[in-house]
């Protein structure tokens, strides 16, 4: 219940799995956003990644991925399919990716992930955009009902001549038409939400109403700073301190309050993966210490009584 953790971008190795948990419970976290690899598309090539083994050599890889978390009393709050997942006019890539989701459910189920965001595919038309999302996910709906891994969408944005523009599920009531209606169609709650804070403050979206919007639709989160301007995948209130000259600051009271309207119980998952890419080797644990201790003090924020938050 509100766990705090970070994705696992950056400080974990399949190199060193033991040692990369060891040093991640270290640093304060609890709970870890999976990222799978991958897949690299040359339109002139076949198709190949590791996805090409079968569904019991790929679960078999990421056991020793599970030992390692149970070990130092890490949980899998999430996991993060890779993208994209489509591609237009590459129907052979398209349908690989149907199989790469549906193989990384068999992986989730496995270790105990109960949620895997897969991003919604953005197209210019927004008859085309539903049509193809809606195609997506119900041909990946069946695999995740019966593995009981949530499928979460994410809010996007996208950008065209150097303007960052709404995306899918950019508005808070478009991401609930989607998830109404898929979870309809599978008669269960096959389908979550991932709320990416950071995309919604380069949206100048009211984050507050948006969880609100949301209510129970909400299963994940991704939580990170940027200037309004760029996605810079940062650690919260990096750009606040400017406040006063940068009206683009994310409103983290809006987070901790949407969140503690509707009772959040979620994970407190952050995606911080380029602080660890701006800073020193020797200064990640140091980073990742201040990031757990800032998903604390959003827990206690959260948890505190009506009135005291």
């Keep these: 219940m509100l766990k705090v953790g970070v994705q696992s971008a950056g400080w974990f190795s399949f190199d060193d799995i033991d040692g990369s948990f060891k040093r991640f419970r270290e640093t304060g976290m609890e709970t870890v956003d999976l990222g799978f690899p991958g897949v690299a598309f040359d339109p002139e090539k076949p ?3 590791l996805y090409d083994q079968s569904t019991e050599e790929l679960v078999a890889k990421y056991l020793p991925v599970k030992e390692a978390a149970e070990k130092y009393g890490i949980s899998f709050s999430q996991s993060h399919a890779p993208f994209p997942l489509w591609l237009k006019g590459e129907e052979a890539y398209n349908a690989y990716m149907i199989m790469v989701v549906e193989k990384l459910c068999a992986v989730c189920q ?3 992930c109960p949620a895997m ?3 919604p595919i953005n197209r210019t038309l927004k008859e085309n955009e539903w049509r193809t999302n809606m195609e997506f996910y119900r041909a ?10 949530k499928i979460c969408l994410e809010n996007l944005f996208t950008v065209h001549t150097g303007r960052v523009l709404e995306g ?18 599978a008669g269960a709650e096959v389908f979550g939400f991932c709320f990416d804070v950071g995309h919604a403050n380069l949206l100048h979206k009211n984050i507050r109403h948006y969880i609100n919007t949301l209510g129970h639709r909400l ?3 991704h939580i990170h700073d940027n200037d309004g301007q760029n996605d810079l995948h940062l650690m919260p209130y990096t750009q606040s301190r400017y406040r006063q000259v940068c009206t683009n600051a994310l409103d983290w009271e809006s987070l901790i309050l949407g969140l503690k309207d509707i ?11 380029r602080v660890m890419n701006i800073t020193p080797k020797a200064l990640w644990h140091s980073s990742l210490c201040h ?3 800032i998903g604390k003090y959003f827990r206690d924020r959260i948890l505190a009584p009506e009135g005291e938050a």
């Design 47 to 49: 198709i190949q990644s």
């Design 110 to 112: 496995a270790i105990g």
């Design 117 to 119: 965001v897969a991003h």
């Design 140 to 149: 990946i709906m069946p695999t995740a009902k019966r593995t009981g891994v």
């Design 168 to 185: 899918v599920c950019a508005d808070a009531e478009e991401a609930c038409r989607y998830l109404d209606t898929l979870n309809a169609e």
């Design 219 to 221: 299963t994940v989160l």
């Design 263 to 273: 009772q959040y119980r979620g994970t407190l998952c952050f995606e911080t993966f």
């Design 291 to 293: 990031i757990a201790n």
